[in-house]
């Protein structure tokens, strides 16, 4: 039944991307198609990185020794968890100086796997594995970071530390445990983890293991920590108990023709880089329960007190299906998420094309992020800023006034450049919240197509944001701005109702916002702090 559920979406997906090659509208500068990016267009080799604005290393594949265990000669079970017999093969290759250990075609049981320097876990084509279902196969409590939180926990279903040169290869496939299994009927922690945890609490004191009424939190899928030289690639994910692949604290990491599949998922995220630095992801399919390619800096104090950004990061020619957020930074940023490069990646269904977020409580912010080439399908929302949340999660910190005292937990995101993009059709273009305490800055969004029916929603507290030569499509004409400075629409062409921009402003700082070219009737800045029409031709 699993594969051949696996078959039909298969065929599922290449049937969509043939489809929506048919439609895949084209620019002057050429913006893949979905056909063109994702795991079943990844090529054999790794091409140089180019066009990083940052310092950015060429990644290369880890390299093994010849030797390869092949697990079928050391007697694994389909009925019994292969887990211990796979950690000894493990164990063994690394002491022998490398290796490949193979798990063979079949559908087989696990508990947790951790891998050792020095070894290439490979999932042969055909190779199916289940992880366990229940939360003490997952002790005992290993050193482990929950959403931006240093914990003692559940392990992930394959994890390391403190290792050197290490894969997870292969065409095989990893399933988290059914549906109904008892490590997910655990809530996953009382409330969110900066309350559950106190930040003054040491880390080896932090125990959560579900044991004894103590907190538990769900394992991740691969969960790579303070590792160097890490490839992951070709696998595919299915089912995860929590986020899928989230290597945490490392140091060169390629991640590749991975496609992931959690839908069922709360928390489903595909991709969470967390403080890591020099990663390549390329050629993935993410199609999850929550955001789809993230990246995480630790939150609030105890990300502070780590201290360690995620930067260096590029991702290219790869596609978001269902999720939360296509590209997402946030919302744990208190060690920075910096020096991010972007460009043909391919987003569709996606609930949000590249979304922010972070909040009060959660420190350092993001800067130095381009965006280039990517093209968006049926999204509800291009762009999302959210600096906010919610009364849910965060009390009376979702209320944008007062404006609160600036300290170590203000963030900041500045320096961004989202330019050459397709919005083939959304909802809505742009909605951007910050914080009147330090607003958002110096965006430039830049040569692009965008059909939507709403125009900008929100763009509050904005510092110093450039929309230039785009041309857009909108059924609903209002631009809302809140307290935003320096807002300049330049050579920007509109399709809309009345053949005008209505452009309601609030706050007593608006000021300076500057339409020209493009359509407008004329020249105009206004520095009104009431609602005005700009008329077009």
């Excluded at 003490?136 to 959403?147: C, G, I, K, S, T």
């Amino acid at each position: 039944m699993k594969r051949k559920l696996s078959y039909a979406l298969k065929w599922t997906l290449s049937l969509l991307a043939v489809g929506l090659l048919a439609q895949c509208a084209q620019v002057p500068v050429h913006i893949p198609c979905a056909s063109e990016v994702g795991a079943h267009a990844m090529p054999a080799d790794i091409a140089p990185i180019k066009g990083a604005p940052f310092d950015m290393p060429q990644l290369t594949r880890p390299i093994f020794p010849d030797l390869v265990v092949n697990m079928a000669a050391r007697g694994i079970q389909p009925e019994v968890a292969i887990s211990d017999l796979v950690n000894e093969a493990i164990e063994e290759v690394s002491q022998q100086g490398g290796g490949t250990v193979l798990i063979p075609r079949g559908y087989w049981k696990s508990n947790r796997i951790v891998l050792k320097s020095n070894v290439n876990l490979h999932f042969a084509e055909g190779a199916e594995v289940e992880f366990s279902g229940i939360a003490e196969d997952y002790l005992p409590a290993v050193f482990n970071r929950h959403e931006g939180i240093e914990v003692m926990g559940a392990a992930a279903f394959i994890y390391a530390n403190g290792e050197n040169n290490i894969a997870v290869t292969g065409k095989g496939t990893i399933w988290g445990p059914p549906l109904e299994a008892e490590i997910r009927q655990r809530p996953n922690g009382p409330s969110v983890v900066e309350k559950d945890i106190p930040a003054d609490m040491p880390v080896e004191l932090r125990i959560c293991d579900g044991v004894d009424g103590r907190i538990f939190y769900r394992p991740k899928s691969i969960s790579p920590i303070n590792c160097t030289n890490v490839l992951i690639e070709g696998v595919t994910l299915r089912r995860s108990a929590h986020w899928n692949v989230v290597p945490i604290y490392c140091e060169n990491v390629i991640i590749r023709g991975v496609t992931i599949h959690s839908t069922e998922v709360p928390s489903g995220d595909g991709i969470d880089i967390e403080s890591s630095r020099n990663v390549l992801i390329e050629y993935c399919t993410l199609n999850c329960g929550d955001d789809c390619y993230t990246l995480k800096a630790g939150r609030a104090e105890d990300g502070l007190r780590v201290e360690k950004p995620t930067e260096n990061v590029v991702i290219r020619h790869s596609l978001a299906l269902h999720g939360h957020g296509g590209i997402t930074i946030g919302s744990e940023t208190a060690g920075g998420v910096n020096n991010v490069y972007s460009h043909d990646c391919v987003f569709v269904g996606t609930r949000t094309g590249i979304r922010y977020k972070t909040r009060r409580n959660r420190g350092g912010g993001s800067d130095n992020n381009i965006f280039e080439r990517i093209r968006m399908v049926d999204v509800n929302k291009a762009f999302t800023w959210d600096l906010l949340g919610t009364p849910f999660y965060m009390g009376e910190l979702a209320e944008r006034k007062p404006a609160r005292e600036i300290g170590p937990l203000t963030p900041e995101i500045k320096n961004i450049i989202i330019k050459d993009f397709v919005v083939e059709s959304s909802n809505e273009f742009f909605t951007a919240n910050g914080i009147p305490e330090i607003p958002f800055s110096n965006v430039l969004v830049e040569n692009g197509v965008v059909k939507c029916n709403r125009l900008i929603g929100a763009l509050n507290d904005a510092e110093g944001f450039t929309i230039r030569k785009v041309a857009v499509e909108c059924i609903e004409n209002e631009i809302n701005i809140l307290d935003g400075q320096n807002v300049l629409f330049d050579d920007v062409t509109f399709d809309a109702p009345a053949k005008e921009i209505v452009v309601n402003v609030e706050g007593d700082i608006s000021g300076n916002i500057c339409f020209r070219g493009g359509n407008v009737d004329g020249k105009s800045c206004y520095n009104s702090v009431v609602p005005f029409v700009v008329p077009l031709k």
